[in-house]
């Protein structure tokens, strides 16, 4: 069998209320190449599972499901069902967002066999919630961007690239060496972080000033939103960056800076100690924040980083 130029990657777990806008918003893409469609159910107990066998039955010449025995958590669910991929290319996806435009795929593929330097393309994403409604401006957290390159420069900074329903990235296995390959599954460095850091020291990312999904956030149930929404991220943050760097050491041979990252975080705490202390004194609400960044670098340290 030809292998596919695309592989669409698709995770889902208890999904039943969006999956098919999922699936149907892949299945409506015109495109002039061949792709398989792969989907990775970790051990959903709703209908989830039923509506996958449902469209596998019916599209059968596309669509492979692949029933997780164990439920893997996400990042493993997306990093073994990445090891399946057969395609040149990888458009990822979740089971509660879904694409927008029927010809996302293909203008995405079409910049990726014109640009070989290019490791991936990406764009602006619709935030929604649980009803499809737009989110107001202060529950979105993939505000708007102009077209921009993210390379090496923005990985090493370890910015964001986006968000991964907008992401078409060429098929890094075929890339990375087999010692970089596991450090890649060994770090647990968060899924969405590790890949646009990846895709970034590879080559660059393209980045569409168009939208072309919609990106859901679902603040009730098990979903990442509903579990992290209204908590203080700094502890989780500074794992990010931490894992970040050891990643970037281990698989790139580069060293990274934190520094200003936690003069951030610093002045970030800061204004939240402001908040919860009603304006207190400023120079105590300082020394009571960086002491808190100190001990909890340390801890970091401690727990991420070895000698």
């Keep these: 069998m030809k292998r596919p130029l695309v592989s669409v990657a ?20 015109k495109v002039n190449f061949n792709y398989e469609f792969l989907i990775a159910d970790d051990e959903s107990d709703d209908g989830t599972s039923q509506i996958l066998d449902q469209y596998q039955s ?5 669509i492979t499901v692949i029933h997780r025995q164990h439920n893997l958590g996400m990042n493993r669910n997306a990093n073994e069902l990445f090891g399946r991929c057969k395609g040149k ?20 593929v079409e910049y990726l066999e014109t640009h070989s330097g290019a490791m991936a393309t990406a764009h602006n994403v619709l935030c929604i919630d649980e009803n499809g409604n737009k989110l107001p401006k202060e ?14 420069k923005e990985a090493m900074n370890l910015e964001e690239f986006g968000h991964m329903s907008s992401l078409v990235f060429r098929n890094f296995r075929d890339i990375l060496t087999s010692k970089q390959w596991k450090i890649y599954n060994q ?16 080559g660059y990312i393209y980045f569409f ?9 679902v603040f009730s ?42 003069s951030y975080l610093l002045r970030r705490k800061a204004v939240m100690t402001v908040r919860d202390f009603s ?13 808190y960044l100190r001990a909890l670098e340390q801890k970091m340290k401690d727990k991420y980083v070895k000698d």
Aim: proline content about 1%.
């Design 10 to 29: 698709l995770i889902t777990y208890n999904q039943e209320k969006y999956i098919e806008i999922a699936i149907k918003s892949v299945l409506m893409q």
């Design 58 to 62: 019916r599209y059968s010449d596309v």
């Design 89 to 108: 290319y990888i458009a990822y996806l979740e089971g509660d967002d879904f694409w927008k435009d029927d010809l996302k795929l293909q203008k995405q």
């Design 139 to 152: 529950l979105v957290d993939f505000p708007y961007r102009k077209q921009h390159k993210y390379g090496k």
């Design 187 to 202: 770090s647990s460095l968060n899924g969405d972080f590790k890949l646009g850091i990846t895709l970034g020291m590879l």
């Design 209 to 217: 000033e168009e939208t072309w999904s919609c990106r859901r956030r």
């Design 221 to 262: 149930g098990t979903s990442w939103t509903a579990m992290t929404y209204g908590t203080d991220p700094t502890h989780r943050i500074c794992a990010n960056y931490f894992k970040a760097r050891q990643y970037i050491q281990l698989a790139f041979h580069e060293n990274v800076d934190l520094s200003s990252h936690f």
């Design 279 to 291: 304006l207190q004194n400023i120079y105590g609400v300082e020394i009571l924040a960086g002491s």
